[in-house]
């Protein structure tokens, strides 16, 4: 019974979430929320998949009374774990394709990060030998034509504008640009980005992970410009995007996606979602994140009534 209620979430959040999401105009007008939403679809999926995993091995009673044994609220000692469900075919089969399910994660998360840590070791080799530290901006300076600017995590991060952006952004727009490249590194948005790709590529066919690593890269861009935006003004941010318009790059740049549909938000004069649209967006990313708690600690609160009453 618990195996096919989870299974059935699972498929509801996976399949029917990216369908309501994508393409609703509010995701664009707050990408903040649009991204925790898409972030508490992941995690609720992931987590309930870890718990249908954990369950082929312990019931879902046993995890309870773990818990109840750990915490002893109220002093009870004697406890005996509950015998563990025999050894079926079926469970067999359902380990098997969660031994499966998780080398292929292991696998391609270690091919995706060691792919972009290799570009951004060279990349920062490129900025070390071509580049020039400017204190005053206090970014580095790529000796190169090409117009572009993106931003390097690490220690510290790095924002990096080429001389060819330098010759044609103006004042307002380099600091608009190196704005918008700040808030790519204090929001960690290579790491949201990162885990999300290694999430659609080791399971290309669920819409949760596929879409949702298409449209985070969209609304991190968002989100950087609206931070770039409050430093100066929304039209000085599109300017910037126009003037470093460039193809698609595995770095997050300035100018790199959605480049279009950017310009005419930033255009365009809309109203803010009002306070019971973002309160049942909240109330949507809170209850994605808190069923999978739900369903794991209400046996333990169960047992904590039998047992302390």
Same mark, same amino acid.
């Given at each position: 019974m618990i195996f096919g209620i989870l299974i059935l979430y699972m498929v509801a959040v996976a399949w029917g979430l990216p369908r309501c999401l994508r393409g609703m105009s509010w995701t664009s007008r707050t990408p903040r929320l649009a991204a925790a939403t898409w972030l508490a679809g992941t995690v609720s999926v992931v987590s309930m998949a870890v718990l249908t995993g954990a369950l082929l091995v312990v019931p879902l009673h046993a995890i309870g009374d773990i818990v109840v044994l750990l915490v002893q609220w109220c002093g009870w000692t004697e406890h005996a774990f509950p015998v563990l469900p025999p050894w079926t075919a079926p469970r067999l089969v359902g380990l098997g394709l969660v031994g499966l399910g998780l080398l292929r994660l292991v696998q391609v998360g270690v091919a995706?990060?060691?792919?972009?840590? #290799?570009?951004? #070791?060279?990349h920062r080799h490129d900025v070390r030998l071509l580049?020039?530290?400017?204190?005053?901006?206090?970014?580095?300076?790529?000796?190169? %034509?090409?117009?572009g600017a993106f931003c390097l995590p690490g220690k510290g991060g790095t924002v990096v504008v080429t001389r060819g952006a330098l010759r044609v952004l103006q004042p307002a727009e380099l600091d608009a640009v190196i704005a918008?490249?700040?808030?790519? @590194?204090?929001?960690?948005?290579?790491? +949201?980005? %990162?885990?999300? #790709?290694?999430? $659609?590529? $080791?399971?290309? %066919?669920?819409? &949760?992970?596929?879409?949702?690593?298409?449209e985070l890269r969209r609304l991190v861009e968002l989100a950087a410009d609206d931070s770039a935006a409050r430093r100066s003004t929304p039209r000085v941010v599109a300017q910037a995007v126009l003037r470093l318009a460039a193809p698609p790059?595995?770095? @997050?740049?300035?100018?790199? %996606? #959605?480049?279009?549909?950017?310009? +005419?938000? &930033?255009?365009?004069?809309?109203?803010?979602?009002?306070r019971s649209t973002v309160l049942g967006r909240v109330l949507l990313v809170g209850l994605l994140l808190a069923l999978p708690l739900l369903v794991t600690t209400i046996p333990a609160l169960s047992d904590l009534t039998d047992h302390c009453a």
């Open positions: 995706v990060t060691h792919a972009r840590w #290799a570009d951004q #070791a060279r580049g020039r530290f400017h204190p005053r901006l206090g970014i580095y300076v790529l000796d190169h %034509t090409r117009r918008h490249e700040r808030a790519h @590194l204090t929001g960690r948005h290579h790491l +949201i980005l %990162t885990a999300a #790709a290694v999430l $659609a590529r $080791a399971f290309p %066919t669920v819409p &949760l992970f596929a879409v949702g690593h298409e790059s595995p770095l @997050l740049g300035m100018a790199n %996606t #959605a480049v279009h549909q950017r310009v +005419i938000r &930033l255009m365009a004069d809309r109203p803010p979602l009002s």
